[in-house]
């Protein structure tokens, strides 16, 4: 990293130093501060980006505004397809345009993280976009764990979005406690939707655990006099 600052002064963007008494530390992203906040001013929109249910892995701006390019007498269109794609192309699955993936997620969460260790608790953004609601990133990747998680838990109904409109699933007793770690999930109802078990999917078992730690780590700054506590109690019982 030395050597960029040192002979490619054009990549200075890229690299951010902190100088502190004790150390010198250093961040190398092609997304520096001021390109993530235009980056997650957008993934943080529910216009576009973010659903109930986490990241889409296509804005639903192409609802209603195809991407389409013409080639050599061709057209060739992308839209917003929240669940299964509309054509037998690649087998016929979404091809990534729009249902929610949990590696997409994963990965985001864990970047967001390791920015929120570079650039600390006073780098903040608006979550969701046009909220007025401020947080730093490492309250941003809890929001997204919290919004991956409700696609397995009951609602205020007692049905769980993964389920969808399958009655067996959703109130036989026999099944209702059985979750499925489906492929991927519709981006604006969170029906699972592909294999009925996939390994990534299982991520989810990560994500619990960072937020009961998150959780448990805020009550005890409560007890001590600092942060409050989260007002939304047993929202983790599966």
């Known amino acids: ?36 906040r235009s980056v997650l001013g957008l993934m943080l929109d529910e216009s576009e980006f973010l659903s109930t249910y986490g990241t889409r892995s296509l804005s639903r701006y192409h609802q209603d505004h195809p991407y389409v390019l013409r080639l050599d007498r061709n057209e060739y269109t992308i ?44 780098f903040e953004v608006e979550c969701p976009t046009h909220s007025g609601r401020w947080m730093d990133l490492w309250e941003v990747s809890l929001e997204l764990q919290r919004r991956l998680t409700r696609l397995f838990l009951r609602d205020n109904r007692g049905r769980r979005p993964v389920f969808g409109s399958i009655d067996k699933l959703q109130n036989d007793p026999h099944w209702r406690d059985y979750l499925i770690f489906s492929e991927y999930f519709h981006a604006d109802d969170g029906r699972g939707l592909g294999a009925s078990h996939q390994g990534w999917t299982a991520l989810v078992a990560k994500l619990i655990q960072q937020s009961y730690l998150a959780r448990d780590e805020e009550k005890q700054m409560e007890r001590s006099g600092g942060a409050a506590a989260p007002t939304e109690e047993n929202v983790w019982q599966l």
């Open 1 to 36: 990293m030395q050597y960029f600052i040192d002979n490619l002064p054009e990549f200075g963007d890229y690299i951010e130093t902190l100088t502190t008494p004790t150390n010198i530390r250093r961040f190398l992203s092609l997304a520096n501060r001021d390109r993530l």
């Open 79 to 122: 839209d917003y397809q929240p669940a299964e794609s509309r054509t037998g192309l690649f087998g016929g699955n979404s091809n990534w345009r729009g249902p929610i993936w949990f590696p997409i997620n994963f990965l985001i969460i864990e970047a967001l993280q390791k920015f929120d260790y570079f650039l600390g608790p006073g």
